[in-house]
């Protein structure tokens, strides 16, 4: 069967942004918010373990309007995605924000009375049948309401957050989707959108990724300063709310949406700068090979090797199933039904976002992907990463909604552990040298990804929110930050840096958290581990994995780590057996390069 490299949404909402469907679907949505609400101002704190029926009731009724808040939310997110021009899709998304908003006030209302609950009524509520299940979470929301303001302090930030922090975060959406560059690739000149023009990264040519990168650079130099203002005022707007809640620390909203403790965090980026060495090493030993002392910040992703394979999208796919098949067989069907069934928008075209996600839809336990396909192994393993997102949900579907809400470290973890079983088949059924350097390359630079360039996002950004608090932070000097992050990361070694990065990375501009960097090298090193379980297992592992994931939107990572692998990631000795693993790869290309 030949496979579609263009999505099916028509199965969710036909007609697009203008569905009767979805149109039917919002509505309903507006009612049940507004009942919710209605109930709510009702709801009094409880007072015997007789209420628990009526908590059940709350949240039951919650549960159903998150279910339609995402379902309108991940179709809404694959509309704008496909066709950065669709208007009426932004108009939609603005639309949902509101409703995402106004449930939110009341249903932090509710959480907050939940809190007040006196701590004996609390914990024999907890015991009903209903509740039971849900205790981790509603543990959880009664913590953070505990930790926030009162509800009508919570709920008009919430209220102005609307038109201030998320329209800021629209801001940015439309200002990226708006650009386009003009770049010539073997002799003719194109007009590219900037995901288009960022996948020229590892062209063959080095005057094509010089160009195109220093082209992109003077882009998004043109826009610097409404760039700027707007990741001044996202922080701008963090900052006065931690403030108004008393929290001292940046780093608190990040680490408790990941479930995770600071020493952790600490421990794990210990654990690599430590071993920052082996990696220069490989950056100097690639400087070699294309002829030049030091690499400039566009030959990161340049091919070494005259292997120049690449994978059409329905041999990419084969691939993916065959691997994922000698791992498990539900992975391997669950990979064949999605591309069976055209979960995936991989068509390169103009007109797309650039980068790549996975969204759930929760009503139709379905999931899409989204990316660009060009025919490379880094796509293929791509394609495989976001396989491995979906993969975690489908394997989350025997749990209560409430408790698939996993954070992006364990997101990521699963994810990467998908990308890692094809990156290691790749390598193994190299045919040649040439073959072998280029499929061993590929997994280093996804390590100097996580080793370098997120460690140089969370130094900006920690760097940037520090000045933040003395006041706006001009863009020069969001470029002085952002040159001396990617120094310090990249242990100086390279000869031309991307000091607008802060500009050109989406992940900055996100309004859901904060940090949207350490959760990825959290998610890598973390799956390594769960890889080399895999790899010493002598019966099949798949059923421990799938165990693993269906835990990990109801404990800590800590908690999560120690059930199922039996370790103490606090330590930095957990991660540095991970950064070993890949320091080995470094020392497998030096090897076949000397």
């Given at each position: 069967m030949k496979y579609s490299e263009v999505w099916d949404l028509?199965?969710?909402?036909?007609?697009?942004?203008?569905?009767?469907?979805?149109?039917?679907?919002?509505?309903?949505?507006?009612?049940?918010?507004?009942?919710?609400?209605?109930?709510?101002?009702?709801?009094?704190v409880p007072k015997q373990k007789d209420d628990s029926e009526r908590v059940a009731t709350f949240i039951e009724l919650s549960t159903e309007i998150i279910l339609y808040l995402r379902q309108a939310g991940a179709f809404v997110s694959c509309l704008q995605a496909q066709d950065m021009n669709d208007r009426k899709s932004d108009a939609l998304?603005?639309?949902?924000?509101?409703?995402?908003?106004?449930?939110?006030?009341?249903?932090?209302?509710?959480?907050?009375?939940?809190?007040?609950?006196?701590?004996?009524?609390?914990?024999?509520?907890?015991k009903d049948y209903r509740l039971q299940e849900l205790s981790f979470v509603l543990n959880e929301w009664r913590d953070k309401a505990k930790d926030k303001l009162p509800s009508e302090q919570e709920s008009l930030i919430s209220s102005l957050a609307i038109d201030g922090y998320h329209g800021w975060g629209q801001m940015y959406d439309t200002l990226v989707g708006s650009m386009k560059v003009e770049v010539e690739v073997d002799g003719e000149t194109k007009t590219l959108s900037v995901g288009q023009a960022n996948n020229l990264s590892s062209h063959k040519d080095e005057d094509v990724r010089r160009n195109v990168t220093h082209t992109l650079e003077k882009a998004w130099e043109e826009k610097e300063d409404m760039f700027a203002r707007t990741l001044n005022h996202l922080g701008g707007f963090r900052l006065q709310t931690?403030?108004?809640?008393?929290?001292?620390?940046?780093?608190?909203?990040?680490?408790?949406?990941?479930?995770?403790?600071?020493?952790?965090?600490?421990?794990?980026?210990?654990?690599?700068?430590?071993?920052?060495?082996?990696?220069?090493?490989?950056?100097?030993?690639?400087?070699?090979?294309?002829?030049?002392?030091?690499?400039?910040?566009?030959?990161?992703?340049?091919?070494v090797s005259a292997s120049t394979n690449t994978f059409s999208y329905q041999e990419g796919a084969e691939f993916i199933e065959k691997h994922f098949g000698q791992f498990g067989s539900q992975m391997a069907e669950f990979?064949?039904?999605?591309?069976?069934?055209?979960?995936?928008?991989?068509?390169?075209?103009?007109?797309?976002?650039?980068?790549?996600f996975c969204t759930l839809f929760p009503m139709s336990e379905e999931s899409r992907i989204f990316m660009t396909?060009?025919?490379?192994?880094?796509?293929?393993?791509?394609?495989?990463?976001?396989?491995?997102?979906?993969?975690?949900?489908?394997?989350?579907?025997?749990?209560?909604?409430?408790?698939?809400?996993?954070?992006?470290?364990?997101?990521?973890?699963a994810s990467t552990f998908a990308e890692m079983i094809v990156a290691d088949a790749a390598v193994k059924e190299a045919t040649s040298k040439d073959e072998k350097i280029a499929l061993v390359e590929d997994k280093i630079q996804r390590s100097v990804a996580f080793f370098m360039n997120i460690y140089a996002r969370f130094i900006f950004e920690t760097r940037f929110y520090q000045e933040r608090k003395e006041g706006l932070v001009s863009a020069t000097r969001l470029n002085e930050l952002m040159e001396e992050a990617q120094k310090e990361a990249y242990g100086?070694?390279?000869?031309?840096?991307?000091?607008?990065?802060?500009?050109?990375?989406?992940?900055?501009?996100?309004?859901?958290?904060?940090?949207?960097?350490?959760?990825?090298?959290?998610?890598?090193?973390?799956?390594?581990?769960?890889?080399?379980?895999?790899?010493?297992?002598?019966?099949?592992?798949?059923?421990?994995?799938?165990?693993?994931?269906?835990?990990?939107?109801?404990?800590?990572?800590?908690?999560?780590?120690?059930?199922?692998?039996?370790?103490?990631?606090?330590?930095?000795?957990?991660?540095?057996?991970?950064?070993?693993?890949?320091?080995?790869?470094?020392?497998?290309?030096?090897?076949?390069?000397?």
């Open positions: 028509e199965g969710f909402f036909p007609g697009g942004s203008e569905s009767p469907q979805l149109r039917s679907h919002l509505d309903e949505l507006h009612n049940k918010i507004d009942q919710f609400k209605s109930s709510e101002a009702s709801f009094h998304r603005g639309e949902l924000t509101t409703y995402s908003a106004t449930f939110q006030n009341s249903f932090t209302s509710f959480q907050q009375k939940l809190s007040h609950t006196d701590e004996e009524v609390w914990h024999a509520l907890l931690y403030e108004a809640r008393g929290w001292k620390s940046v780093l608190k909203e990040p680490l408790e949406y990941n479930r995770m403790k600071e020493e952790t965090l600490n421990a794990m980026w210990s654990a690599i700068t430590k071993h920052q060495a082996s990696f220069v090493q490989y950056l100097d030993r690639k400087a070699k090979l294309l002829g030049k002392d030091k690499l400039a910040w566009y030959d990161l992703d340049a091919p990979a064949r039904h999605a591309f069976k069934n055209a979960w995936i928008e991989a068509e390169d075209r103009p007109g797309k976002r650039p980068g790549g396909y060009s025919g490379s192994m880094s796509n293929v393993a791509t394609l495989a990463h976001e396989l491995g997102h979906a993969f975690h949900s489908y394997a989350l579907r025997p749990k209560h909604m409430l408790n698939r809400n996993y954070a992006m470290n364990v997101a990521e973890t100086n070694s390279l000869s031309e840096y991307h000091p607008r990065f802060w500009a050109s990375k989406l992940h900055f501009y996100i309004t859901s958290v904060p940090f949207y960097n350490f959760p990825y090298t959290f998610g890598y090193l973390f799956s390594l581990s769960i890889y080399a379980k895999a790899l010493e297992a002598s019966e099949n592992y798949e059923e421990k994995y799938i165990d693993l994931l269906r835990d990990t939107a109801v404990m800590s990572v800590e908690d999560l780590a120690m059930k199922h692998l039996g370790e103490d990631i606090t330590k930095e000795e957990f991660w540095e057996k991970g950064v070993k693993l890949c320091v080995g790869d470094v020392e497998e290309f030096l090897s076949l390069t000397e």
